[in-house]
């Protein structure tokens, strides 16, 4: 019912939209990893005025937006086998040499997807316990917490209508307490040892409803106005 009454009165992000709104809060300078699925996305929406190196777990650092239709070379992949593209001054390397980037801290901004977040930022990213489903965590577990920090990219909600950010997580888990932002396509939100903080909603949907769609409390995002005012007195 929840679902009915949102998909009638909000316009939700799209997926590319919701990957516009994930780059829009990467730093200049910064090196991310983009998970498989949606958070590929985002590379093709960094701003151009930025310079931000993309590093993927099979040994790609340095790579660019999806090539155009046409253009795709197999040999060059992601880890989700999607064909990139490499920008100037871009390398390959060693699987184990990937890993020690993404073990040791090196990485400032890992975008996971996740099929659940607990309020506090535990991340359950890997299994959903169905049976016959193939036990898959892969890379996720080292860069969930060997990033400086660590974005979900997800739908709000399920197919049917529960919502995936949750008191806590019931799926096995991929990390604790690693997730610092939930990016969805109806709002955004930060993750903090006291529970949910809001960062922004999509047009029309008020800060009560969203409360009511999640189900749990999520504190108020501090005005932008007077964050600037108290700068400025500080």
């Known amino acids: 019912e929840a679902r009915r009454y949102l998909m009638s009165s909000y316009q939700k992000r799209s997926k590319n939209e919701l ?37 993927s777990e099979n040994g790609i650092l340095g790579m660019g937006p999806a090539p155009a239709e046409g253009q795709e070379d197999y040999d060059l992949i992601n880890a989700g086998k999607q064909p990139v ?47 016959g489903a193939i036990p898959a965590v892969g890379g996720a577990m080292d860069l969930a917490v060997g990033a400086k920090s660590t974005w979900v990219m997800m739908d709000l909600l399920t197919k049917t209508g529960e919502c995936k950010v949750v008191p806590q997580c019931s799926y096995p888990l991929t990390g604790l307490g690693c997730v610092k932002r939930i990016y969805t396509d109806l709002c955004t939100l930060e993750c903090t040892p006291q529970g949910l903080r809001l960062v922004d909603t999509v047009d029309g949907l008020s800060h009560e409803e969203l409360e009511r769609i999640v189900g749990l409390p999520i504190a108020a995002a501090a005005p932008a106005a007077a964050a600037s005012t108290n700068s400025v007195a500080a």
């Open 19 to 55: 990957a516009a709104r994930v780059a829009q809060d990467i730093f200049d300078g910064a090196y991310v990893n983009l998970g498989i699925g949606q958070p590929t996305l985002v590379g093709n929406y960094i701003p151009k005025d930025r310079e931000v190196v993309l590093q």
């Open 85 to 131: 593209t490499l920008l100037a001054g871009g390398s390959f390397f060693h699987h184990a040499d990937s890993f020690a980037m993404m073990r040791g801290g090196h990485l400032d901004i890992c975008v996971l997807g996740a099929f659940q977040v607990s309020a506090t930022g535990d991340l359950a990213n890997w299994s959903t316990g169905e049976p």
